[in-house]
């Protein structure tokens, strides 16, 4: 068989490109991205502490090689166990939520089957570096998580997480004294790297109830849901804009 | 051959394959495989293995779809059925169906009016590469290199990231490689056109590899792992 003619569907350019989710048309997901260690697991189970009498929740974690990160939400009690997912990342824990988000997706697709009352899916990435981001076709919106232990250059180092998340959350400014580091440095070098986005300072230990974050979280599932949250532009298929790929 | 080829062979696509090893992992933790030599004798029984057989599907799968629009009705649930007779481990059928589930969800927003659903919710990958292979414009015979290169290419990436090899290393191993899978996929096309005639989906061929039965089932119970088989 040689298919030098072409097939039915190849030359007809009737391609719809997958459309972006309609807000409030299934559970919100917000991810939740930053390097080892900064505090992600920790948040999550603050979240789900104060969020799930209220909302239908679930959790999708990426650890790197064990389930550390979903053993420990099992064992905190927060959710229960059949609400908390773990994918694994074979290596690449950006791959898994950016480049190549297909065991997330079946995560999350399975289980919004199980719970078809869901409201908020939270996924964990795994410790990664500053240049982690979730892609929207995984998370309708996303924060990331530095610290304070790694200095107060952090945020000016920049980087997509930095730069491109919807909340920048620096946690464990209850040790910046130790540290040495200046939260008033952070702030300035953060404001200036993501103008106009929102960045939260956070300290777990101090605020159990991680407070300022979750008031972020109420925000957005209350847009979600209201249906006024802003979809992300799905990708244009390129026949439709002939001309333009010289851009 | 054209670019079709290159689309659903890509590494890069987005369809789960990155995070599987294909049994490598557990091999280098027994030690067997350790270095060049001993990766090179695992994707040689791999895909004279396990391979020949994803090959023949592939093909099948491909001729089933035919080269224009996918039949509504068609033995999918047969086919599905006699790979996984041919997959003896029950995590290796499992891995098999969550990429054939990721790949499906590719092919169809890829190509959205053909009927993807007949293949069900987490079909075999090596039946639905067949199948998307058709809508790339490819024959069954490139499906069945599709399938054979995909075989050794995911557990030589994970060679590398597991064992530190150098990757201009492992890509002469590939190269070798290559030779061979073109070989595999020829005869798998040839026994898939032979079969697909009349239907005699038993007659597909049968190989298997036990070890890599056994390291599909031993990495199941590893605590720490870094790839889903
Ligand atoms: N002092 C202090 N410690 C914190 C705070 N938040 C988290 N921790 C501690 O930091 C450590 C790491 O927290 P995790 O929540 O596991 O961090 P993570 O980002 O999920 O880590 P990985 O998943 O391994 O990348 C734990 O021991 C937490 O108790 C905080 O605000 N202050
Ligand atoms: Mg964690």
Request: glycine letters at 10%.
């Amino acid at each position: 068989m040689h298919l030098d003619h072409t097939p039915g569907n190849g030359g007809t350019h009737t391609h719809t490109p997958p459309a972006p989710a309609v807000p409030g048309s299934r559970p919100l997901r917000i991810g939740i991205g930053g390097p080892v260690g900064s505090g992600k697991t920790a948040l999550v189970a603050a979240l789900c502490r104060v969020l799930a009498d209220r909302f239908s929740l679930a959790v999708v974690t990426n650890d790197i090689y064990t389930t550390e990160d979903a053993d420990f939400l099992r064992a905190a009690g927060v959710l229960a166990a059949d609400r908390i997912a773990a994918v694994q990342t074979g290596c690449c824990p950006h791959t898994a939520v950016r480049d190549d988000i297909s065991g997330n997706l079946d995560a999350v697709e399975d289980l919004a089957a199980a719970h078809p009352d869901l409201d908020l899916v939270i996924i964990e990435s795994g410790g990664d570096n500053l240049t982690m981001t979730f892609s929207r076709g995984l998370a309708d919106v996303q924060m990331f998580v530095i610290d304070v232990s790694g200095g107060d250059k952090v945020p000016r180092k920049g980087g997509p997480g930095v730069t491109r998340s919807d909340l920048l959350v620096i946690n464990k400014t209850d040790i910046a004294p130790q540290i040495g580091a200046d939260l008033a440095v952070m702030d300035r070098d953060a404001a200036r790297m993501r103008p106009g986005t929102p960045v939260a300072f956070l300290s777990l230990r101090e605020s159990p109830g991680a407070d300022v974050v979750t008031a972020w979280v109420l925000d957005q599932i209350t847009a979600w849901q209201a249906g006024t949250a802003v979809p992300v532009a799905a990708p244009t298929p390129l026949s439709s804009t002939a001309g333009s790929a010289a851009g | 051959m054209g670019a079709g080829l290159l689309l659903l062979g890509d590494s890069r696509l987005p369809a789960g394959g990155y995070a599987h090893s294909g049994g490598l992992e557990n091999a280098v933790l027994r030690g067997e495989v350790h270095d060049l030599d001993t990766l090179t004798e695992f994707l040689l029984g791999k895909l004279y293995g396990t391979g020949a057989v994803q090959a023949a599907f592939a093909a099948v799968a491909a001729l089933t779809a035919g080269p224009y629009t996918m039949p509504e009705v068609a033995p999918w649930a047969e086919l599905d059925a006699e790979l996984d007779a041919r997959t003896a481990a029950a995590p290796a059928r499992a891995a098999s169906r969550a990429q054939g589930r990721s790949l499906r969800r590719v092919a169809k927003a890829a190509w959205p009016t053909e009927p993807w659903a007949a293949l069900g919710v987490s079909p075999h990958h090596a039946i639905v590469l067949g199948a998307a292979a058709t809508r790339a414009r490819l024959d069954e015979r490139e499906a069945a290199v599709l399938a054979a290169t995909n075989v050794v290419n995911g557990p030589a990436s994970a060679a590398v990231k597991l064992l530190s090899f150098d990757p201009i290393s492992v890509t002469v191993v590939l190269a070798e490689m290559a030779g061979h899978c073109d070989q595999v996929a020829e005869e798998a096309a040839d026994a898939a056109r032979t079969v697909f005639a009349d239907g005699d989906w038993e007659r597909l061929p049968c190989w298997s590899s036990v070890g890599l039965d056994v390291c599909a089932e031993l990495h199941v119970h590893e605590e720490v792992v870094h790839f889903a088989s």
